[in-house]
Structures are given as C-alpha cells and as structure tokens.
C-alpha cells in the first residue's frame, strides 16, 4: 500500500480472524492524519473503536462515533471517526444532530478511508459513500472478494485494485487460523414432511426442509455433543420462524434483526465470558464483523440460498486462531441439509469459494450415537405432526429470511430518540392483505334500488348524459 512516499488506494483481502482490523489500524497509524472508518454495523463500530484503543497510542477523546445513537466529534485538529455504511449514506431526512455532524464528514479532507466489509460498496445505496467523502486515499478490507451480482468490478474504479490477497491455507498450516474441518450433514426429511413438502408450492417449502425433525434432532445431539467436549457453539438459521423455535425449544439465547442493539451485545458478552452459557443463535446478522474469538463449533441450519460469501464469512466466525493446542483440527464446521430438497443443489453452490481457497467438505450421511442419545426432541411421531401442523399454520411471510434494514438510519429526531426496528418481509398478496385463512363478503349501506331512488348527486359535466340521460 505504501510505497514512494505516498499512500495508494486499494483493497486488501485476509480471511476472517488473520488481523483484517489491525492492517486498517497500522494503515492509519502510518498516514498519521484524520480517519474515516466505516463499518457494516454498529456492534462493529463499538469493536473498532476499542481495537483503535487496544493497538494505537490515541487518546479516547480523539475518537468519534457516528451512529443513531451517538453523534460526537473528536478533540483537537485531527483525529478518527468510526461510523456505519448506512448513516453516510442515508438520503433521507436527517435530525439537527445527524445534519450537523455529516456537514462536518463532508467540509474535510479526510487522509484515509477505511472501509470495513468493503464488498458491500458496490450496492447502489452504498456505493454513492466513495463519492460523497473527499479522502486521499481509500482502504477496503474484505475476506469474500466475491458477489452473486456482477458488481464486484466495480470496486477497481470505486476503490482501487486489488493490493493483496493471502491464501487462507498457508495461513492455517502457519497457525496463524483455525484449523477447521468441514462437514456437510444430510438429514433425512421424515414422511410426513417429505409428503408436506412435494405437496407444498409456496415459500412454505423453504419452512419444511429448515424445520425438519431429523435436522432438528441432528442440531441438538452436536450441541451437546460439542458442549460436552467444552466448545463455544454458533448456531446459524436465516429464517425468524426457525430461528425462535429452534433457541426456544432448546431453550437458548438468539440474536435476529429485532434484537435491541444493547440485548444484543449483552448476549455476546456473556457468551464470550460466561462459561455457563456456551450455545447461541444467530439469523443472518451475525454474518460479518462480529468478533466472537472463543467460538470453536459452527452449525449453519438454514442459509440464504446458494450465497458462496455468506458461507464463506460464516465459515470466518470459527476462523480466529485458538488457544487451544490440539494437534489435528481445532474448529469444526457443519452444515444441516435436508435430504431430496433444493436445499441440496443451493448447498453444493456455496461450497465453491470455499472449496476453491483449498477447504474440503465431508459428507456425513449418519451421525454416530445420535440414535442412542437420550433427551432429543421430536423423537415422537405425534411430536413430529404437530410441529407440522404448527408449521402448516405459519403465515407465508414467515417462510421469508431474516433481512435486517440498516439499523443507524438516522431519518428524523424522533428515530434518534427511539430505535425503530423495522424488518423486510415478503409474500404474497393475499398474506400482505390479511387474508391468509379468511374470505371477504361485499355488501352495501343500502340495498337494492338505492341508487335509483336516491337523490342524483352533483356529477362533472363530461358525466350528466351517464347519470341524468339525455334532457
């Protein structure tokens, strides 16, 4: 990045957990001018602001946060600003607070741009966050180079090329990550779900492949399984629906869009200090930048699709190296798939990054001591139909994945009064109209013949032959 007496423009690729956030720090520390860091979310921002404290010599109060709910500026001439992707680029309507504060972003030069989780530039909300800031030179820090879209070529012209990329295998080999082995699970669909399911044309399929009993089973058996041997579990489920009665009948912890940002990181502070609690849940907003070094087990129940960086960046919440010195693997990886689905042809889609960066996936067909474990839910038949039936009666917009809107939007001082949490969801028109399991009867104020008896009211004139008939 440094070379000839200047600071060039790029983007650096590192896997999860090999210091992404120290590079960007000694970046900065050696343009030694003002800092624009931008992350995807606010959990990240509290992150980097205490990394720049841990690993840099700066003093707090030269280090601003800039997000709903907080809106300050950095003591002195210089100094670092750490904000969110959306707060920039929100086009709304702003609060006093908000306004002032992005006056302040737009009247400076910056000397370097930070950009955390850089491969979400190219999204047209995001991308007009290159163009608005005026900064010397802009640094994008990524693990998946990589987009289902065609925009991930766009970031030489928003950013710059491509400065470095380490290989994620060298970098294992040297302990510098994890070690993780790979594994895909298959579950069989029971009877009664399979036949629900190729009955089923809807969204719902999506449902009855996630909530499958045996895939349910599999769940519980290696979370016990992983807690007995002393692991720090993530669980992953993109669907709300799943993701409340999975951690519901296990009765654990989860995070999804609608989690209260201070729930949120209180649930993650005890999952990384409290070694009672050793299992949590998360819906696709624990995807990126969320620090979680403790963590040695993932179990990814339901995914978004056939998204080859989604699984990468999940793979990377596993990926810090450990304390731990066991010879062999350190970090396991397992992924739940519904056998006969179209989970299956979406699963094999997002192994490809992972598989092409050296990683092999393991297919396990049957997990060895799960039928003599004892406390397993769903084990009865009857059990099983009425998770059916409950299934069956969820709405279609619960079959939709959990997608966050962008939580800092700042539109009026009210928002930054209060967090609003708004969530996306989609079905169909009948669901949207309310009319998921009901018929709608018409009928009138009056009855038949009102109309002629009634008094004729005053129509435009392009309308009286209509109404009144030739005069």
């Known amino acids: 990045m440094f070379g000839n007496g200047r600071a060039r423009s790029g983007i650096i690729v590192l896997p999860c957990g090999a210091g992404k956030t120290l590079v960007g720090i000694t970046a900065a520390c050696t343009v030694k001018k003002s800092i624009l860091?931008?992350?995807?979310?606010?959990?990240?921002?509290?992150?980097?602001?205490?990394?720049?404290?841990?690993?840099?010599?700066?003093?707090?109060?030269?280090?601003?946060?800039?997000?709903?709910?907080?809106?300050?500026?950095?003591?002195?001439?210089?100094?670092?600003?750490?904000s969110t992707f959306s707060m920039v680029a929100n086009m709304r309507k702003r609060s006093y607070e908000a306004q002032k504060m992005m006056d302040f972003l737009n009247s400076r030069e910056w000397g370097l741009l930070l950009l955390d989780e850089v491969h979400v530039v190219p999204a047209a909300m995001f991308r007009r966050v290159?163009?608005?800031?005026?900064?010397?030179?802009?640094?994008?820090?990524?693990?998946?180079?990589?987009?289902?879209?065609?925009?991930?070529?766009?970031?030489?012209?928003?950013?710059?090329?491509?400065?470095?990329?380490?290989?994620?295998?060298?970098?294992?080999?040297?302990?510098?990550?994890?070690?993780?082995?790979?594994?895909?699970?298959?579950?069989?669909?029971?009877?009664?779900?399979?036949?629900?399911?190729?009955?089923?044309?809807?969204?719902?399929?999506?449902?009855?492949?996630?909530?499958?009993?045996n895939k349910f089973r599999a769940c519980q058996y290696l979370i016990k399984f992983h807690e007995g041997r002393g692991d720090k579990i993530i669980v992953f489920v993109d669907n709300v629906f799943a993701l409340r009665m999975y951690a519901e009948t296990l009765k654990l912890p989860f995070i999804y869009g609608g989690t209260p940002q201070q729930e949120r990181i209180a649930i993650l502070n005890q999952f990384q200090h409290n070694p009672n609690l050793s299992t949590i849940f998360l819906s696709k907003v624990g995807d990126t930048s969320i620090d979680l070094p403790e963590a040695t087990c993932l179990i990814q129940v339901s995914s978004h699709y056939g998204s080859r960086r989604q699984e990468a960046q999940r793979l990377g919440r596993i990926l810090r190296a450990k304390r731990r010195n066991d010879e062999g693997f350190n970090a396991f990886f397992y992924s739940l798939v519904s056998k006969d689905t179209q989970e299956m042809y979406y699963s094999t889609k997002r192994q490809q990054f992972l598989i092409d960066q050296g990683y092999s996936f393991k297919v396990i067909t049957e997990l060895e001591g799960m039928e003599d474990c004892k406390g397993l839910v769903y084990g009865d038949v009857e059990e099983q139909k009425k998770l059916l039936h409950s299934v069956k009666m969820a709405a279609e917009t619960e079959a939709s994945i959990d997608e966050e809107l962008p939580p800092d939007l700042d539109i009026t001082g009210a928002a930054a009064r209060k967090r609003a949490i708004a969530k996306?969801?989609?079905?169909?028109?009948?669901?949207?109209?309310?009319?998921?399991?009901?018929?709608?009867?018409?009928?009138?104020?009056?009855?038949?013949?009102?109309?002629?008896?009634?008094?004729?009211?005053?129509?435009?004139?392009l309308f009286k032959r209509q109404f009144y008939g030739k005069k």
């Open 37 to 82: 860091c931008l992350c995807t979310s606010s959990v990240s921002v509290v992150q980097w602001k205490q990394q720049f404290l841990q690993w840099s010599t700066i003093r707090e109060d030269q280090i601003a946060v800039f997000t709903s709910d907080q809106k300050e500026r950095f003591q002195g001439d210089a100094g670092i600003v750490i």
């Open 424 to 461: 996306r969801t989609a079905g169909s028109l009948r669901s949207l109209s309310g009319a998921d399991s009901m018929a709608y009867m018409e009928s009138g104020r009056r009855g038949p013949g009102a109309r002629r008896n009634a008094e004729p009211t005053e129509h435009h004139s």
């Open 130 to 213: 290159v163009t608005q800031i005026a900064a010397h030179s802009k640094l994008g820090l990524t693990a998946t180079l990589v987009r289902e879209d065609d925009k991930i070529d766009d970031l030489n012209f928003l950013i710059g090329p491509k400065l470095y990329e380490a290989n994620w295998m060298d970098l294992a080999n040297k302990g510098h990550i994890a070690t993780v082995q790979c594994a895909e699970v298959w579950c069989e669909m029971t009877s009664e779900f399979y036949k629900a399911y190729l009955e089923e044309t809807s969204r719902k399929r999506l449902l009855l492949y996630v909530m499958n009993p």
